[in-house]
């Protein structure tokens, strides 16, 4: 499977600031998504980061809190915008490689630990 | 999407027992997955179920997909103290590409 990096691990940030994490896949994968995981909490979905276009977001995750960007096939970008300490949580890159033949398959990232003051 | 339902949500058991946790839905899933999380890491997937009855290893580790598809277990044979950590189920569910169930937390006690 894909070898997966994200930047940084981990940070701590003031309220009202923004933070821009990465995702660096050592191949090309079809698809990209990020997760949040909130303390104790199980992993939930942000949106599907798309090679080209704009992020497709799920229910209660709006573009203008969670911008993404994608520009290849190997990286993508998570920012999370005007902080407050409810956005503390791990973030999570993804990947699916169609490519592969192993449909609906999501090999994960390390994560990133976000604290918010 | 739709939710998935892990039981138990938290076990602790003697180093050499065997586990079994599982997971159910009340729609069908076509494929089934197993991820486990020790802390500060991210999810690090087990076993991946494509096919209803499918009954998958991978060394001590055992999951099945469940007739119904709408259930899966995952049994460990011969717990060892590294099997520590947090194991979820997921799915695709509708337009969601994977859900996720609340995990097992598993101690083990040498």
């Known amino acids: 499977s894909a070898v997966i990096s994200q930047k940084p691990s981990r940070d701590i940030c003031q309220r009202g600031t923004s933070l821009t994490i990465q995702c660096q896949v050592d191949?090309?994968?079809?698809?990209m998504f990020w997760y949040r995981q909130q303390p104790g909490q199980s992993l939930t979905l942000i949106a599907t980061a798309n090679q080209g276009s704009e992020a497709t977001y799920e229910s209660g995750f709006v573009i203008d809190k969670f911008p993404i960007s994608r520009p290849n096939l190997t990286f993508s970008t998570l920012t999370v915008s005007n902080m407050s300490p409810e956005d503390s949580s791990i973030y999570l890159c993804?990947?699916?490689?169609?490519?592969?033949?192993?449909?609906?398959?999501?090999?994960f990232g390390p994560g990133t630990r976000l604290t918010v003051l | 999407g739709q939710q998935l339902n892990q039981s138990p949500q938290s076990m602790f058991i003697q180093e050499g027992e065997d586990v079994s946790m599982n997971c159910t839905s009340s729609s069908i899933f076509n494929t089934w997955l197993w991820y486990k999380q020790d802390p500060g890491e991210g999810p690090v997937l087990l076993i991946a179920l494509y096919k209803a009855g499918e009954l998958t290893s991978n060394g001590r580790l055992t999951a099945q997909f469940g007739i119904t598809r709408k259930d899966s277990f995952l049994n460990i044979s011969a717990s060892i103290p590294s099997d520590v950590g947090i194991y979820f189920c997921a799915g695709p569910s509708g337009n969601t590409p994977l859900v996720f169930g609340k995990g097992t937390r598993l101690s083990v006690i040498a």
């Open positions: 993804s990947v699916e490689d169609l490519a592969g033949g192993l449909t609906d398959t999501q090999y």
């Open positions: 191949s090309q994968v079809t698809m």
